[in-house]
């Protein structure tokens, strides 16, 4: 919940992927608020909505100003949009975004609504973005894993053949920000300072990862509210940092048992790297290589903004964007909905 990435893509929507420039803003701490309020109580908030779109048509006109280009140099934007509930079992989950509004704001054709397609044909609706992942990775030496920290961790692993198997691992950044947020009335921990002056409480830890979810097999995924935090609260504040940072790392650890064979190589993205503890854990946790993207010239600042990007080609196109190796989706599916920007009337087409 930091605040919004844009990113330019130069894509096939298959094979071909030129990034370029990008950048991101955070959230001011009332919007932050507001949209972890309309998250808590997941009710889409009109006015919320309609803020956070604004904002986002905000952002693009930034990134423009930096290319020093104009609307007219971009052909579709990919809007995901800010997630305020994800429950697949129930054929649930809704993103806050208004795609016709942005449309109207830019000038440009938008696609949002990615996730509900998945989820209705009986998908886990995340992870999305490892068929980016695949594009971007093709090069690299496999079986490759990259792993995203944002609010919740997910695993994109690579191997031999093309293959592609992704899931949610477990906690990601959600946990610990929200714990830091409740002590301190910080935002998260950062850089990981707090985490690196405490100690792990192995006994919580064992508690924590109980949770029913890692005896699941993959494809699985979650929502940010899923882990309870009140097996750390009688923790002190670096204790506990330390705690819910080796939550996140062997959360992932065991996930390597539903992998086919074990990466070679951690590729880390998302706010997660930033945080010296988390990586220490996993460096120590996984017992191989973890590096951030940006050792293979990536920004992992953008990969997100870039992935969505991808997608939203691959929607128009009608090409997937799951697989059943990704969310459990019974076959490849497309999905997305389009809202093209034609002057005074919009087209609005659900893929």
Known sequence: MDGIDAAFLKTDGLCHVEAGEAITVPYTE???????EVVTSCKVSKTIEELVTVIHAEVITQLLNKKKSSSNEIDLIGFHGHTIYHNPDIRK?????????????????????????????????APLVPLYHRAVASQLAKPLAILNLGGVANITWLGHEDELLAFDTGPGNALLDDFMNFRLGEKQDTGGKMALSGNVDQSILATLLEHPYFSQNSPKSLDRNEFDLTPVLKLSQADGAATLC??????VAKSVVLLPEPPKLWLVTGGGRYNLAVMRELTSRLGTEVKPVEDVGWDGDAIEAQAFGYLALRSVKGL?????????????????VLHRFVHKYHDVHRI
Do not use: Y
């Open 30 to 36: 009332d919007l932050r608020k507001q949209i972890s």
């Open 93 to 125: 989950t809704l993103q806050i975004g208004d795609g016709e509004l942005l449309a109207k704001l830019t000038g440009v054709d938008v696609v949002c609504d990615f996730r509900s397609n998945d989820v209705m044909h009986g998908g886990q609706g």
């Open 246 to 251: 080796a939550f996140t790392a062997e959360a």
């Open 320 to 336: 997937p964007l799951s697989l059943p190796s990704t969310t459990g989706v019974p076959s490849p599916t497309s999905g997305g």
